[in-house]
């Protein structure tokens, strides 16, 4: 009642003492958001590439106030935005220092970015002491709210313990028998994160599981002979691999002629974006997610409708997983700036006070300030174009949302990707405040 | 059993695609006393070039055989371009100066090759693929061994590296030109006093050496999704290869390749988790016995 009175009532004042303008000049020309993501390296043609043609796509469609509800306000709360984008290759270290030329120098408002678990981790404690509101869009590891809190810094996709849940519970679900697994995963956090997880998770719900050989080639390495002899040689029911980009498609290329997958059935955690590449060399009957419900796992939805056509205008192609990713990032703190705007308005002092008048409207129509547009994103629940996000775990600074799996099969030269499951956002990730791989340990439990 | 034969065969294959790679660095260091680091990046030009030209080929509609003349085509054009021209146009002006002002001036060269390769070809991965998902790498049909799948296109690798490793040896002992560098490897200067053009022998090991270095790309092009940074990961392994053999050592870089072949496929087949610490512990120890490597000839000290 109170919020619709007052605002009303700013806002017929406003118009009548002619104070608009001046409320106006308060606001800033545009907001800035730094946004950082792989250019160039190994990471940049599946993931880095496509999440900065998002972001762009995104923010002018915003600017041009052509998003659907509820983003159809232009830019955040009506001020356009600004993209500062950013190279996140050259390792943590020199991120650091970008990242503070970032916030120092550019003076950016926001800071949206960062697909590596390692540049992830390095981040945030500098995020906190620079004071700035930091969202990951992509990266992975569980650890970053796990082992630390804080108040700056949001991630606002899932993290890959929910890709290891839903993975071992589809599996199951489809091929019960399933027993002996084996693994192919980079050498590096993202890598020994998946497999542990997933070969954890596993054994969890199949007690008499096998384990084959668990490979970790290095990030990179492009000649897998050997390792492909070792899981052909293991026997495995199902292989599990997290690799990526150019790793999976050598790795691909080299284990189709050498028959593996005529043997094991294959697993990719994050298989969604290479699929349309590699007609003729993924087999029937590969098991592909997206890390999360996004691309061909999205369901269908007018913002669903409006990232996918926004996308393929500006690339020429639909979008895959982390253009999805990048939407969640830059929806959640429009939905979150937004939001802090409505309660700030909401709870300005009503007109019946007479008193600094002019004061109390300035104040209530000044952008949020960091402050407000953290209250306003904890524990936030908003609608993405993969469905609803909830910032439900790290006291409010990690989302989670559900998680589809799907099935490969080639038809006509076309990769699709079929029998497709989801799985609510709870059952397969952890409660608050319980740390993932101990969750998994004690057979999922719903409390602490 | 069939697992030791296994180890063999991967190792045996794995250390023929590092031979290829590893011995044109080698060379350039025996010769010209030259650690290319920029090595790499014209490997990964090979493995570029071997991809546009295979791709073209394959979207012409022309037999699916002919690809393989596109990956020669690509070592051939990658080595005797940029083989000369980076000789020419910048390392002849450097001779004479520091070993480690030639380090880092191919590391600048290294770096702006792999900026030149992105111009080029963006940062997409790519792979060679026919109209109905055919890759030169299955072509060639398969072969069994200890109940496992290998395509005959490893037996290629492996033939390559034989014939090029004993081509060179007997271009370097027994034929005339080859004697005369090995005067060149032994003292530059008095070889030039003698009347050797020094300047020809450089001219042309760079040029060799770059040509290996694209038969290793583009060989290796087939196989996997070719991507920036290639050329990084590749140069590592190259090294490790010729230190355990001994810089500049022919016999050391096929030993060194050999070791670290073997030894990578024993720890993938036995124990995984050390594979990615296997090479280079072997690499220390090798270095802690023979500080300058395996075959490392004794060092003549100049005043």
């Known amino acids: 009642m109170k919020t619709f009175a007052t605002r009303a009532l700013l806002g017929a004042l406003a118009l009548g003492l002619g104070l608009a303008p001046a409320a106006q000049a308060q606001q800033k020309d545009s907001i800035k958001i730094g946004f950082v993501t792989f250019l160039s390296g190994q990471a940049a043609g599946p993931f880095g590439v496509p999440a900065r043609l998002a972001a762009e796509a995104i923010v002018e469609s915003l600017n041009a106030g052509k998003a659907p509800a509820p983003y159809q306000i232009k830019g955040f709360g009506g001020t356009p935005l600004e993209l500062v984008v950013i190279d996140e290759a050259g390792g943590a270290t020199k991120q650091v220092s970008e990242y503070r030329t970032l916030v120092q120098r550019q003076g950016v408002d926001f800071v949206i970015g960062y697909i590596g678990s390692g540049d992830c981790l390095a981040i945030a404690p500098v995020a906190e002491e620079l004071q700035k509101i930091t969202v990951f869009f992509d990266c992975g590891t569980p650890r970053i709210f796990e082992e630390a809190s804080y108040k700056y810094v949001f991630r606002t996709r899932a993290h890959a313990t929910m890709d290891a849940v839903a993975a071992s519970l589809y599996l199951l679900d489809n091929r019960p028998a399933a027993k002996r697994i084996s693994g192919i995963n980079q050498n590096y956090a993202w890598g020994q994160d998946s497999w542990a997880d997933f070969e954890t998770t596993f054994k969890v719900m199949k007690p008499e599981a096998e384990i084959g050989t668990s490979q970790m080639p290095k990030f990179g390495a492009g000649q897998y002979g050997a390792e492909i002899s070792a899981l052909i040689n293991s026997n495995a029911d199902v292989i599990h691999s997290s690799l990526w980009g150019g790793d999976l498609e050598a790795f691909m290329l080299q284990a189709t002629p050498r028959d593996l997958f005529k043997k094991s059935q294959l697993i990719l955690i994050a298989g969604e974006p290479n699929l349309h590449r590699m007609v003729g060399n993924v087999p029937d009957g590969t098991i592909v997610g997206a890390r999360g419900p996004h691309a061909v796992f999205a369901p269908p939805s007018a913002l669903n409708t409006w990232l996918r056509d926004t996308y393929k205008a500006k690339a020429g192609v639909v979008p895959n997983y982390p253009a999805y990713s990048v939407a969640q990032a830059i929806l959640g703190v429009k939905a979150a700036y937004e939001k802090a705007i409505q309660k700030k308005i909401g709870s300005a002092i009503p007109m019946g006070a007479a008193k600094n008048v002019k004061e109390e409207m300035q104040k209530a129509y000044a952008p949020p300030t960091d402050e407000e547009v953290i209250a306003a994103l904890e524990f936030l629940s908003f609608d993405t174009p993969s469905g609803k996000v909830s910032m439900s775990l790290g006291k409010g600074h990690q989302a989670i949302q559900g998680t589809a799996y799907g099935t490969t099969r080639t038809e006509n030269g076309v990769v699709k990707v079929g029998n497709i499951k989801y799985y609510p956002a709870e059952r397969i990730n952890p409660p608050e405040g319980v740390p993932s791989l101990e969750w998994i340990k004690s057979g999922f439990k719903k409390t602490k | ?303």
């Open chain 2, 1 to 303: 059993m069939s697992q030791f034969v296994a180890v063999l065969v991967d190792g045996i294959v794995y250390s023929s695609w590092l031979f290829i790679i590893a011995v044109g660095l080698t060379l350039i260091y025996g010769v010209m006393k030259i650690l290319n680091i920029a090595h790499g990046s014209l490997y990964a030009l090979g493995a570029f070039a071997a991809v546009s030209l295979s791709t073209w080929w394959f979207a012409q509609g022309y037999p699916p055989m002919g690809s393989f003349a596109m990956l020669g085509l690509a070592a051939v054009l990658v080595g005797l371009v940029s083989g000369p021209v980076i000789e020419r146009g910048l390392l002849r002006f450097l001779y004479g100066k520091d070993e480690v002002v030639l380090v880092l001036v191919t590391y600048a060269l290294f770096l702006i090759l792999e900026d030149f390769i992105k111009l080029v070809w963006g940062v997409d991965p790519l792979f060679v693929q026919g109209p109905n998902g055919e890759t030169p790498y299955g072509l060639l049909g398969n072969f069994e061994i200890a109940g496992l799948t290998y395509p005959n296109y490893n037996l290629l690798l492996i033939a390559v590296a034989v014939i090029s490793g004993l081509a060179l040896a007997w271009a370097l002992n027994r034929t005339r030109s080859g004697k005369l560098l090995l005067a060149v490897i032994h003292d530059r200067e008095i070889s030039a006093a003698l009347g050797i053009n020094v300047g020809l022998t450089y001219f042309v090991t760079f040029t060799i050496g770059a040509f290996l270095a694209a038969v290793g790309g583009a060989l290796t092009a087939p196989t996997v999704s070719v991507v920036t940074g290639m050329g990084a990961e590749v140069i590592v392994m190259a090294f490790a290869v010729v230190v355990i053999g001994g810089l500049g050592s022919l016999q050391g870089a096929a030993l060194g390749a050999l070791i670290v072949g073997l030894v990578r496929a024993a720890a993938v087949h036995y124990q995984p988790e050390v594979e990615l610490f296997s090479v280079y512990f072997v690499m220390a120890v090798v270095l802690i016995l023979r500080p300058k490597g395996l075959f490392s000839g004794a060092e003549v000290r100049k005043i």
